[in-house]
């Protein structure tokens, strides 16, 4: 188990288009996604040059650990070594789980998608995968041509698989429930957080069904 696994539990923030790119509004949106409850935080983000990609992540470190909370980089292993942030989360088109991890080390925390596939997960944990994210499971306004995701395969997983479980596409509080019902450790939303016009409260809504 690598650093973090363990209270990998509840609220996964992935940061959205507009917050990493409309000028000076990052810093305090992700302050107030982590006074909200979040447990832990992506930085996604694909539309800034590397240079600006790199000092969001290193200003967003001091953040994320005064919080007690992981930061994770989206698919940019290279980037998440060179700031020392905590792990990176790979989707299935990404570099390799175990070149991560030679770059990242043995306490990095390696997340990878798997869409509706069991079998990705299972190649993803056996691949050494602190956890594995299903998705989507309702309609996303971030990816909104994404393959669905049936609750059945997050039973199966859930009955299966020994890491963290995240579900993501489309989750409002609402549909939390369901999904920890179903086996999700970690629930994730982008723009159900940050095109929040309240961040700090949407941020609380998802939390609290975990408490």
């Given at each position: 188990?690598?650093?973090?696994?363990?209270?990998?539990?509840?609220?996964?923030?992935?940061?959205?288009?507009?917050?990493?790119?409309?000028?000076?509004?990052?810093?305090?949106?992700?302050?107030?996604?982590?006074?909200?409850?979040?447990?832990?935080?992506?930085?996604?983000?694909?539309?800034?040059?590397?240079?600006?990609?790199?000092?969001?992540?290193?200003?967003?470190?001091?953040?994320?650990?005064?919080?007690?909370?992981?930061?994770?980089?989206?698919?940019?292993?290279?980037?998440?070594r060179?700031?020392?942030?905590?792990?990176?989360?790979?989707?299935?088109?990404?570099?390799?789980?175990?070149?991560?991890r030679?770059?990242?080390?043995?306490r990095?925390?390696?997340?990878?998608?798997?869409?509706?596939?069991?079998?990705?997960?299972?190649?993803?944990?056996?691949?050494?995968?602190?956890?594995?994210?299903?998705?989507?499971?309702?309609?996303?306004?971030?990816?909104p041509?994404?393959?669905?995701?049936?609750?059945?395969?997050?039973?199966?997983?859930?009955?299966?698989?020994?890491?963290?479980?995240?579900?993501?596409?489309?989750?409002?509080?609402?549909?939390?429930?369901?999904?920890i019902?179903?086996?999700?450790d970690?629930?994730?939303?982008?723009?159900?957080?940050?095109?929040?016009?309240?961040?700090?409260?949407?941020?609380?809504?998802?939390?609290?069904?975990?408490?």
């Amino acid at each position: 188990m690598s650093a973090g696994e363990s209270r990998l539990r509840g609220l996964y923030a992935i940061t959205s288009q507009a917050v990493v790119t409309e000028p000076g509004r990052l810093l305090g949106a992700v302050a107030a996604a982590l006074r909200g409850g979040v447990r832990l935080l992506q930085y996604r983000d694909k539309w800034n040059p590397a240079a600006v990609r790199e000092r969001h992540v290193r200003r967003l470190l001091p953040l994320c650990r005064a919080h007690g909370v992981p930061l994770i980089v989206n698919d940019d292993a290279e980037l998440a070594r060179a700031t020392g942030a905590d792990g990176v989360h790979l989707g299935a088109a990404d570099a390799a789980l175990d070149e991560a991890r030679r770059l990242l080390g043995r306490r990095a925390l390696i997340g990878a998608t798997c869409g509706n596939s069991l079998q990705r997960a299972r190649a993803a944990v056996a691949a050494g995968a602190d956890y594995v994210a299903f998705g989507r499971f309702f309609p996303s306004t971030t990816k909104p041509d994404a393959p669905p995701a049936e609750l059945a395969t997050l039973r199966a997983a859930r009955a299966e698989l020994d890491v963290p479980l995240c579900a993501i596409g489309g989750v409002s509080p609402d549909h939390v429930p369901l999904l920890i019902e179903a086996g999700a450790d970690l629930v994730a939303a982008i723009a159900g957080v940050f095109d929040a016009a309240d961040v700090e409260t949407a941020a609380r809504a998802y939390a609290k069904c975990f408490t």
